[in-house]
C-alpha cells in the first residue's frame, strides 16, 4: 500500500498537459522550472520562443522615502481618534488622504519586481517546416513540440536541468533518432522588451566559432547619479547563454544577438542562466560547455531522477479522473517553482515577460497569498519545499522587529503586509489602512509551527521556527495588553485586538466601527498562543518563559469571542463584531476559524460545528483569493461539493493547465462592468498550485492530531492514497473501494503517539510484534520509530 506499490510516477504519466496547436501566447506556452530557473516554452507559427525567468533574479532597487515622516502608530491612532465617526471615510479628512498618499508613494514605483531574464528564439522556415503543438509529460518535467517537416514528422524535445540553471533542447524523429535535416534557419536572444530604460543596457556578445550568443545585464542596488562613483558592492546580474552543438552551421548577423542557421546532421542547443552578485556573474567572453545530443541525454537521465524522487514521496489513484489530474499537473507546477536553496517565490513564481509578473511587484503578501502554496508542502510530504518559506520569514525578521520597536513601541516582530526578496530597511508598505493588519503577524509563521508538528523535528524547531513565533507571541501579547484595548470602556474583562483591518474589506473606518476583534486575528493568534504553549513544552523552555507563558494564559483566559450574527442561515461566524452576514467577501474570513485557524472542524461540539457549516454555506465571495482557500475549508467540514469544486476550477483554467484568479460576483469591490477575468493576463498564480491540499483533506485529515480518513470523500468511487503526511510524522496510505475503507498503513518516521478514528466497527491491528483486534471510536497506540502499523476490517 506504500508508494512502491502505487508507481506514482506512472500515476502522474497520465496527465500530461497537451496541446493541438501553435501556442504563441504566454498563457498558451509549457511551463517547465527546476524551483530555480523557470521557462515558458511558447511556440509561434514561425517560431519556438522560451522566456525565462528566475525566482533570485529580481530588479532590487527599493524606494524608502519618508522614513521621517511616518511617525508612529501612537501619535497616528490618537489623531485618527479625532475623526468624526459620521464621515462615510477616513479619506474625508484631508490630512489622512495626504498621509496615504505620502506613505503609499513608496509602493507605488515599478520596483523591487520579478525582472524577467530574456527569451530563446528558434525560427524555422514556415514554408517547409509546420508546427503542429506540444505535449508536456509532468511525470518527466519534458516538453515535446511537433513539426511536420515536409515528408516527415519532427519532435523539439525541451527539459529544464533539475540540477543546474540551464536548459536544453534537440531535434529527434518520430522514432526517437537524430533527424536528417535541421529544421530551423535562425537563433536569437532577446532581452526583455519592458527591461526599465534607466537600468544600465545589456552588454551583448556573439562567438562565431563556438556557435554562441549570450547578454549579460547589470541590475544596481540603487541608481547612481551621473558623475558619482557610488557603491557597487550590492550590484546583481544575469547572463543568458545560448549555443548551438557544432555540427550546425553559424552565422553571425548584423541584427546583434541573431544567428543564421544552417544545415547540420545534429541540433542541440544549451540555454544556460548565471545570476547573483555582479561582481560573480561571468563577462561577455565567458564560454559555456558544448552541448551535443550525448550531453543532452545525460542532463536528462540526472533529471528525470530527481523527478522520479519527487513522484515517489506521495501519490494518488482515484476514479475521479479530473480531480486526479488537478492533483499530479499543480504538484508538478510546484516542483518547478520552489526549492530551498532558491529565493522564495513571490505571488507569481520564476515566470515573467515584459509585464507579466509584476502586478503588486509579484511581492510576498501576508494575507494569505504567501502562505497558501505552502499549504500543500505538509500533507503531501513534500515538507523540505516549506524551507524556501522559512527562509523568506528569516529575511523580513529584522525589518519586522524594527517596525514592533520603532513604530509600535513594543516587544517582538510586527510582520508585514507586503515585502519583497531584497534588503528593507523600513516596511514597504506602512499604509494604515492596510498596514494594521494584525492578523499577518501570527499567520506569518504559524506555517513554522506546522513544519513541527508533520515532522516531529524538534531541530527544526528549536532553530528555525522557535524565535520568529516568539517574537509574534511578544508582540500580540503587548499589542493586546496596551490600555486602548482593554478595561472599562470595552465593558468587559477581556483583552481585544484593537484597532486592526479585516483582510481585503473596510480598511480603517472612522469611530473603527469595523477595527476591532476581527476574526482571522483572533483564531490566528489563538492558534499562535497555544503553538508557544507547546513549544516551550517540546523544548523545555517552560522555567526560562514563565513571564511570557503567564501574559499568554492571562489573555487566553480572557480572550474575546468569535464574532456572530443572524443570518437566513441561523448563527453564522461574521469577519468582524456587527456586520451583515450578507457581505460579500473577497478572502473567506468568516470561516477562518475553521481554516486556517483550526479551531473548528469535524471535530467540533455539535453547536459549533453547526455554526461553522452555517458560516460555510452563507459565505458569499467576489472570487479571486477563494479557490483554494474557502474550498478547503468545506473539505475539513465534510461539506464540499466536489462537482461544484471541479467546476469552479474548471472555470479558472488556462490552456497550460494551471487555474488563474476569477471573479465569482460583483456586489463586494467589484461591478458589473469588471472584466470577471481581469486577473488572468497578470501572471502565474503561484498561489493555486496548493489546490492538491485541498484534495488530500478530502482523503485524509490530521489537524487535531487524530487521523480521519475519507471524511469529504464520496464512498462509491475509488480512492486510494500513498505516503500523505500527517500531524505526528506519519506517512500514511490507504484505500477506499465499494463503500468501506479496505485498510490502512501507517509508517512511523518519529515514534510518535498514533491516534486514528476508528473507521470500522472492530479493527485488525497488524504488526511486527503481533496482531491485535483494537475497538471503539478513537485507537490509540504507542509507535516506534520506523515501524509500518496495517489496519484492515476485522
Given at each position: 500500500?506504500?508508494?512502491?506499490?502505487?508507481?506514482?510516477?506512472?500515476?502522474?504519466?497520465?496527465?500530461?498537459i497537451c496541446?493541438?496547436?501553435?501556442?504563441?501566447?504566454?498563457?498558451?506556452?509549457?511551463?517547465?522550472?527546476?524551483?530555480?530557473?523557470g521557462?515558458?516554452?511558447?511556440s509561434?507559427?514561425?517560431?519556438?520562443?522560451?522566456?525565462?525567468g528566475?525566482?533570485?533574479?529580481?530588479?532590487?532597487?527599493?524606494?524608502?522615502?519618508?522614513q521621517?515622516k511616518?511617525?508612529?502608530?501612537?501619535d497616528?491612532?490618537a489623531?485618527?481618534?479625532?475623526?468624526?465617526?459620521?464621515?462615510s471615510s477616513?479619506s474625508?479628512?484631508?490630512?489622512?488622504r495626504?498621509?496615504v498618499?505620502m506613505t503609499?508613494?513608496n509602493?507605488?514605483f515599478?520596483?523591487?519586481?520579478?525582472?524577467?531574464c530574456?527569451?530563446?528564439?528558434?525560427?524555422?522556415?514556415?514554408?517547409?517546416?509546420?508546427?503542429?503543438?506540444?505535449k508536456?509529460?509532468?511525470?518527466?518535467g519534458?516538453c515535446?513540440?511537433?513539426?511536420n517537416a515536409?515528408?516527415?514528422?519532427?519532435?523539439?524535445?525541451?527539459?529544464?536541468?533539475?540540477?543546474?540553471d540551464?536548459l536544453?533542447?534537440?531535434l529527434?524523429?518520430?522514432?526517437g533518432e537524430?533527424?536528417?535535416?535541421?529544421?530551423f534557419?535562425?537563433?536569437k536572444?532577446?532581452?526583455?522588451?519592458?527591461?526599465?530604460?534607466?537600468?544600465?543596457?545589456?552588454a551583448?556578445?556573439v562567438?562565431?566559432?563556438?556557435?554562441?550568443?549570450a547578454?549579460?545585464?547589470?541590475?544596481?542596488?540603487s541608481?547612481?547619479?551621473?558623475?558619482?562613483a557610488g557603491?557597487?558592492?550590492?550590484?546583481?546580474?544575469f547572463?543568458?547563454?545560448?549555443?548551438?552543438?557544432r555540427g550546425?552551421?553559424f552565422?553571425?548577423?548584423?541584427?546583434?544577438?541573431?544567428?543564421?542557421l544552417?544545415?547540420?546532421?545534429?541540433?542541440t542547443?544549451?540555454v544556460?542562466?548565471?545570476?547573483?552578485?555582479?561582481?560573480?556573474?561571468?563577462?561577455?567572453?565567458?564560454?559555456?560547455?558544448?552541448?551535443?545530443k550525448?550531453?543532452?541525454?545525460?542532463?536528462?537521465?540526472?533529471?528525470?531522477?530527481?523527478?522520479?524522487?519527487y513522484?515517489?514521496?506521495?501519490?494518488v489513484?482515484?476514479?475521479?479522473e479530473?480531480?486526479?489530474r488537478?492533483w499530479?499537473?499543480?504538484?508538478?507546477?510546484?516542483?518547478?517553482?520552489?526549492k530551498?536553496d532558491?529565493?522564495?517565490?513571490g505571488?507569481?513564481?520564476?515566470?515573467?515577460?515584459?509585464?507579466?509578473g509584476?502586478?503588486?511587484?509579484?511581492?510576498?503578501?501576508?494575507?494569505?497569498?504567501?502562505?497558501?502554496?505552502?499549504?500543500?508542502?505538509?500533507?503531501?510530504?513534500?515538507?523540505?519545499?516549506?524551507l524556501?518559506?522559512?527562509n523568506m520569514?528569516?529575511?523580513v525578521l529584522p525589518?519586522?522587529?524594527?517596525?514592533?520597536?520603532?513604530?509600535?513601541?513594543l516587544?517582538g516582530?510586527?510582520?508585514p503586509?507586503s515585502?519583497y526578496?531584497?534588503?528593507?530597511?523600513?516596511?514597504?508598505?506602512p499604509?494604515?489602512?492596510w498596514?494594521?493588519e494584525?492578523?499577518?503577524?501570527?499567520?506569518?509563521?504559524?506555517?513554522?509551527?506546522?513544519?513541527y508538528?508533520?515532522?516531529?523535528?524538534?531541530s527544526?524547531?528549536?532553530?528555525?521556527?522557535y524565535?520568529?513565533?516568539?517574537?509574534?507571541?511578544?508582540?500580540?501579547?503587548?499589542?493586546?495588553?496596551?490600555?486602548?484595548?482593554?478595561?472599562?470602556?470595552?465593558g468587559d474583562?477581556?483583552y481585544?485586538?484593537?484597532p486592526?483591518?479585516?483582510?481585503?474589506?473596510?480598511e480603517?473606518?472612522?469611530?473603527?466601527k469595523?477595527n476591532?476583534d476581527?476574526?482571522?486575528?483572533?483564531?490566528?493568534?489563538k492558534?499562535l498562543?497555544?503553538?508557544?504553549e507547546?513549544?516551550?513544552?517540546?523544548?523545555?523552555?517552560?522555567?526560562?518563559?514563565?513571564?511570557?507563558?503567564?501574559?499568554?494564559?492571562?489573555?487566553?483566559?480572557h480572550?474575546?469571542d468569535?464574532?456572530?450574527?443572524e443570518?437566513?442561515?441561523?448563527?453564522?461566524f461574521?469577519?468582524?463584531?456587527?456586520?451583515?452576514?450578507e457581505?460579500v467577501?473577497?478572502?473567506?474570513n468568516?470561516i477562518?476559524?475553521?481554516?486556517?485557524g483550526?479551531?473548528?472542524g469535524l471535530?467540533?461540539?455539535?453547536?459549533?460545528?453547526r455554526?461553522?457549516?452555517?458560516?460555510?454555506?452563507?459565505?458569499?465571495?467576489?472570487g479571486?483569493?477563494?479557490?483554494?482557500f474557502?474550498?478547503l475549508a468545506?473539505?475539513?467540514l465534510?461539506?464540499?461539493?466536489?462537482?461544484?469544486?471541479?467546476?469552479?476550477?474548471?472555470y479558472?483554467?488556462?490552456?497550460?493547465?494551471?487555474?488563474?484568479d476569477?471573479?465569482l460576483?460583483?456586489?463586494g469591490?467589484?461591478?458589473?462592468?469588471?472584466?470577471?477575468?481581469?486577473?488572468?493576463p497578470?501572471?502565474?498564480w503561484?498561489?493555486?498550485?496548493?489546490?492538491?491540499?485541498?484534495?488530500?483533506e478530502?482523503?485524509m485529515?490530521?489537524?487535531?492530531g487524530?487521523?480521519r480518513?475519507?471524511?469529504?470523500?464520496?464512498?462509491?468511487?475509488?480512492?486510494?492514497?500513498?505516503?500523505?503526511?500527517a500531524v505526528?510524522?506519519?506517512?500514511?496510505?490507504a484505500?477506499?473501494?465499494?463503500?468501506?475503507?479496505?485498510?490502512?498503513?501507517?509508517?512511523?518516521?518519529?515514534?510518535?503517539?498514533?491516534?486514528?478514528y476508528?473507521p470500522?466497527?472492530?479493527?485488525?491491528?497488524?504488526r511486527s510484534?503481533?496482531?491485535?483486534?483494537?475497538t471503539?471510536d478513537v485507537?490509540?497506540?504507542?509507535?516506534e520509530?520506523g515501524?509500518?502499523?496495517?489496519?484492515?476490517?476485522?
Amino acid at each position: 500500500m506504500g508508494a512502491e506499490e502505487m508507481n506514482t510516477r506512472e500515476q502522474a504519466s497520465k496527465h500530461a498537459i497537451c496541446y493541438n496547436r501553435p501556442a504563441p501566447d504566454f498563457f498558451e506556452g509549457a511551463l517547465l522550472g527546476n524551483g530555480g530557473l523557470g521557462a515558458v516554452v511558447t511556440s509561434r507559427p514561425d517560431a519556438v520562443v522560451i522566456h525565462f525567468g528566475h525566482n533570485n533574479v529580481w530588479d532590487i532597487r527599493i524606494a524608502e522615502k519618508h522614513q521621517d515622516k511616518i511617525g508612529t502608530f501612537e501619535d497616528l491612532f490618537a489623531r485618527l481618534k479625532e475623526i468624526p465617526a459620521g464621515y462615510s471615510s477616513l479619506s474625508e479628512e484631508a490630512w489622512y488622504r495626504e498621509y496615504v498618499a505620502m506613505t503609499s508613494e513608496n509602493y507605488d514605483f515599478p520596483y523591487p519586481r520579478p525582472m524577467p531574464c530574456g527569451s530563446l528564439l528558434l525560427g524555422f522556415d514556415r514554408r517547409t517546416t509546420e508546427v503542429l503543438g506540444h505535449k508536456l509529460s509532468i511525470d518527466s518535467g519534458l516538453c515535446e513540440i511537433f513539426f511536420n517537416a515536409g515528408d516527415s514528422f519532427v519532435t523539439l524535445l525541451v527539459f529544464v536541468d533539475q540540477n543546474t540553471d540551464r536548459l536544453w533542447a534537440t531535434l529527434r524523429n518520430s522514432d526517437g533518432e537524430t533527424p536528417r535535416a535541421n529544421i530551423f534557419n535562425r537563433i536569437k536572444l532577446i532581452p526583455d522588451p519592458n527591461t526599465p530604460p534607466e537600468l544600465p543596457k545589456f552588454a551583448a556578445s556573439v562567438d562565431v566559432p563556438a556557435n554562441q550568443l549570450a547578454f549579460r545585464q547589470a541590475l544596481p542596488y540603487s541608481l547612481k547619479e551621473e558623475g558619482v562613483a557610488g557603491d557597487t558592492s550590492k550590484d546583481k546580474a544575469f547572463r543568458l547563454s545560448a549555443r548551438v552543438s557544432r555540427g550546425i552551421a553559424f552565422q553571425g548577423s548584423a541584427n546583434g544577438l541573431e544567428a543564421k542557421l544552417g544545415e547540420g546532421a545534429e541540433f542541440t542547443v544549451s540555454v544556460e542562466l548565471k545570476e547573483g552578485l555582479d561582481a560573480n556573474v561571468p563577462g561577455e567572453t565567458s564560454i559555456i560547455e558544448s552541448p551535443d545530443k550525448e550531453s543532452f541525454s545525460a542532463a536528462f537521465v540526472l533529471s528525470e531522477k530527481k523527478w522520479e524522487d519527487y513522484w515517489s514521496r506521495s501519490g494518488v489513484a482515484l476514479e475521479d479522473e479530473f480531480l486526479e489530474r488537478v492533483w499530479y499537473r499543480n504538484l508538478y507546477f510546484f516542483q518547478c517553482s520552489v526549492k530551498p536553496d532558491a529565493t522564495c517565490p513571490g505571488i507569481f513564481a520564476n515566470w515573467s515577460y515584459g509585464r507579466i509578473g509584476s502586478e503588486w511587484h509579484g511581492d510576498y503578501h501576508m494575507n494569505y497569498n504567501t502562505q497558501q502554496p505552502f499549504w500543500l508542502a505538509f500533507s503531501s510530504n513534500h515538507v523540505e519545499k516549506h524551507l524556501a518559506y522559512a527562509n523568506m520569514v528569516d529575511h523580513v525578521l529584522p525589518v519586522s522587529r524594527k517596525w514592533a520597536q520603532e513604530y509600535y513601541g513594543l516587544r517582538g516582530a510586527y510582520y508585514p503586509h507586503s515585502a519583497y526578496p531584497v534588503e528593507m530597511n523600513m516596511m514597504p508598505y506602512p499604509v494604515p489602512h492596510w498596514g494594521w493588519e494584525v492578523c499577518e503577524t501570527p499567520w506569518t509563521v504559524q506555517s513554522l509551527w506546522w513544519h513541527y508538528l508533520y515532522t516531529m523535528d524538534k531541530s527544526f524547531l528549536a532553530d528555525r521556527a522557535y524565535t520568529p513565533i516568539k517574537e509574534a507571541v511578544l508582540f500580540m501579547a503587548d499589542y493586546m495588553k496596551r490600555p486602548d484595548a482593554s478595561g472599562e470602556s470595552w465593558g468587559d474583562d477581556r483583552y481585544h485586538i484593537f484597532p486592526t483591518v479585516v483582510p481585503e474589506l473596510y480598511e480603517l473606518t472612522p469611530g473603527f466601527k469595523k477595527n476591532s476583534d476581527c476574526i482571522v486575528d483572533l483564531t490566528l493568534t489563538k492558534f499562535l498562543f497555544r503553538a508557544f504553549e507547546q513549544a516551550c513544552e517540546v523544548l523545555g523552555h517552560n522555567e526560562a518563559e514563565t513571564e511570557l507563558l503567564a501574559e499568554v494564559r492571562d489573555i487566553l483566559s480572557h480572550f474575546p469571542d468569535y464574532p456572530t450574527a443572524e443570518s437566513q442561515r441561523g448563527t453564522v461566524f461574521v469577519s468582524v463584531p456587527g456586520e451583515d452576514p450578507e457581505v460579500v467577501y473577497n478572502v473567506p474570513n468568516g470561516i477562518s476559524t475553521v481554516f486556517p485557524g483550526e479551531d473548528h472542524g469535524l471535530h467540533s461540539s455539535p453547536e459549533q460545528y453547526r455554526i461553522a457549516v452555517n458560516s460555510y454555506l452563507n459565505h458569499r465571495n467576489e472570487g479571486g483569493n477563494e479557490l483554494v482557500f474557502l474550498n478547503l475549508a468545506g473539505a475539513r467540514l465534510g461539506k464540499l461539493d466536489l462537482e461544484r469544486f471541479k467546476r469552479q476550477i474548471d472555470y479558472c483554467l488556462l490552456p497550460n493547465g494551471t487555474c488563474t484568479d476569477k471573479l465569482l460576483e460583483s456586489g463586494g469591490r467589484y461591478s458589473d462592468t469588471t472584466p470577471f477575468d481581469y486577473m488572468g493576463p497578470m501572471g502565474i498564480w503561484f498561489e493555486n498550485f496548493a489546490l492538491p491540499a485541498v484534495v488530500n483533506e478530502c482523503l485524509m485529515q490530521s489537524y487535531n492530531g487524530i487521523i480521519r480518513f475519507f471524511p469529504n470523500w464520496p464512498m462509491d468511487k475509488r480512492a486510494e492514497f500513498s505516503t500523505l503526511r500527517a500531524v505526528g510524522g506519519f506517512l500514511v496510505s490507504a484505500t477506499a473501494d465499494e463503500g468501506i475503507v479496505q485498510g490502512i498503513e501507517i509508517y512511523s518516521e518519529a515514534g510518535s503517539p498514533l491516534r486514528v478514528y476508528n473507521p470500522w466497527d472492530k479493527a485488525r491491528c497488524i504488526r511486527s510484534r503481533g496482531e491485535k483486534t483494537l475497538t471503539g471510536d478513537v485507537l490509540v497506540m504507542e509507535t516506534e520509530i520506523g515501524e509500518k502499523i496495517r489496519l484492515i476490517p476485522s
